[in-house]
T-cell receptor
């Protein structure tokens, strides 16, 4: 089944403890992206990647890192999480950056709480 | 950056009723997408619009690309309980900026 898989689904952590949220897609998509969803703000893009070894900042990149060493994986790294990073995170992919206009495939989300 | 507004923010309707919601932008868009997010899941694409005035249906859903290019509308006819969720609009302006709206939360009462 074509899908985007995120792990974990739920995570509670403490301020300052480094964490990684994994994202993997099995559709050979070139374009991958991370979004955070907050009430009243919708989905805001954190980082995106047009292809392997090519990443760029989205609208809210502060406090986050990403890497794209392989086409299928796009992990989101929080080096020193803070409470304002408590949010629902989504990984999404599409065949190419142009294909975003035909729709993303989203993962099921990771609900992160930083205390 | 570019922002989209969605109206209403939330709505409670009776099963069987029709639903209307809209999305507006301060600038002209060349693409409008409508997504639905079920509770506990990621958004799923419902309808895509690429031309001003375009009207597209997907089952009980109908969406329109506004003639001004600054808005889009989504209608759901004869709502059912599984229509519950958050509906997001998304779009791209002529500056190639792609953004999501804040969402409309729909609740359907039996």
């Amino acid at each position: 089944e074509a899908q985007v898989t995120q792990n974990p689904r739920y995570l509670i952590t403490v301020t300052g403890k480094k964490l990684t949220v994994t994202c993997s897609q099995n559709m050979n998509h070139e374009y991958m992206s991370w979004y955070r969803q907050d009430p009243g703000l919708g989905l805001r893009q954190i980082y995106y990647s047009m292809n392997v070894e090519v990443t760029d900042k989205g609208d809210v990149p502060e406090g986050y890192k990403v890497s794209r060493k392989e086409k299928r994986n796009f992990p989101l790294i929080l080096e020193s999480p803070s409470p304002n990073q408590t949010s629902l995170y989504f990984c999404a992919s599409s065949l190419s950056v142009e294909s975003v206009l035909y729709g993303y495939t989203f993962g099921s989300g990771t609900r992160l709480t930083v205390v | 950056g570019q922002q989209l507004n969605q109206s209403p923010q939330s709505m409670f309707i009776q099963e069987g009723e029709d639903v209307s919601m809209n999305c507006t932008s301060s600038s002209i868009f060349n693409t409008w997408l409508w997504y639905k997010q079920d509770p506990g899941e990621g958004p799923v694409l419902l309808i895509a619009l690429y031309k001003a005035g375009e009207l597209t249906s997907n089952g009980r859903l109908t969406a329109q690309f506004g003639i001004t290019r600054k808005d889009s509308f989504l209608n759901i006819s004869a709502s059912i309980p599984s229509d519950v969720g958050i509906y997001f609009c998304a779009g791209r302006d002529y500056g190639q900026n792609f953004v999501f709206g804040p969402g409309t939360r729909l609740s359907v009462l039996p």
